[in-house]
């Protein structure tokens, strides 16, 4: 069974780099995109972007200028930063197993960060 | 980006009865391989989003039943035909046709 775990500071200063990853057990990254997604308290679901283990990557045009996704197939992990957040960014991130379009059908647990000074 | 809207945002029901969850999207999602890629995902309390159904109505493994996905085009809906307990939290369609990939607002289904 495929299970994700998201690892990360839980407190990020405005202005900085954001920094997640998630680690992949139970199974290899090939063959499949591995996602972001983020969820700001009581609200709902961003999808922030993908990266299909050969190293392609997707990203939400709303965050592109920001937003760096990479995979290191050999430590089966992948990885998000965020530059410069405000408070806007805080939110529950979740890393998520992609079948193609057809959405996440693994999610980790998330990550509350918080962007605070 | 493609709006998905869904109704009701607040669906307050009676163990056993039906349930019914509307989403519609302001494009079609009908993407260029045939396929729709409407999403239904369920989010319990306190933990990560589960896929329930993908492509309109396929149930994903471990999905009881009672679970159901069905439309096209822009108009899809979620149905469960008998609410239990377990089934409290929020729902969520999700489009994959269109990126950058969205989801609708959600609806609260209390019992």
């Known amino acids: 069974q495929v299970q994700l775990q998201e690892s990360g500071p839980g407190l990020v200063k405005p202005s900085e780099t954001l920094s997640l990853t998630c680690t992949v057990s139970g199974g290899s990254l090939s063959n499949y995109y591995w996602s972001w997604i983020r969820q700001p308290p009581g609200k709902g679901l961003e999808w922030i972007g993908y990266?299909?283990?050969?190293?392609?990557?997707y990203y939400n045009p709303s965050l592109k200028s920001r937003v760096t996704i990479s995979v290191d197939t050999s430590k089966n992990q992948f990885s998000l930063k965020v530059n410069s957040v405000t408070a806007a960014d805080t939110a529950m991130y979740y890393c998520?197993?992609?079948?193609?379009?057809?959405?996440?059908?693994?999610w980790g647990q998330g990550t509350l960060v918080t962007v605070s000074s | 980006d493609v709006v998905m809207t869904q109704s009701p945002l607040s669906l307050p029901l009676t163990l056993g009865q039906p349930a019914s969850i509307s989403c519609r999207s302001s494009q079609s999602l009908v993407y260029s391989d045939g396929n729709t890629y409407l999403n239904w995902f369920q989010q319990r309390p306190g933990q990560s989003p589960r896929r329930l159904i993908y492509k309109v109505s396929n149930r994903d493994s471990g999905v009881p039943d009672r679970f159901s996905g069905s439309g096209s085009g822009t108009d899809f809906t979620l149905k469960i035909s008998r609410v239990e307990a377990e089934d409290v939290g929020v729902y969520y369609c999700?489009?994959?046709?269109?990126?950058?990939?969205?989801f609708g607002q959600g609806t609260k289904v209390e019992i």
């Open positions: 999700m489009q994959g046709t269109h990126w950058p990939w969205t």
């Open positions: 998520a197993r992609t079948g193609g379009r057809a959405g996440g059908d693994h």
């Open positions: 990266i299909f283990y050969t190293g392609s990557t």
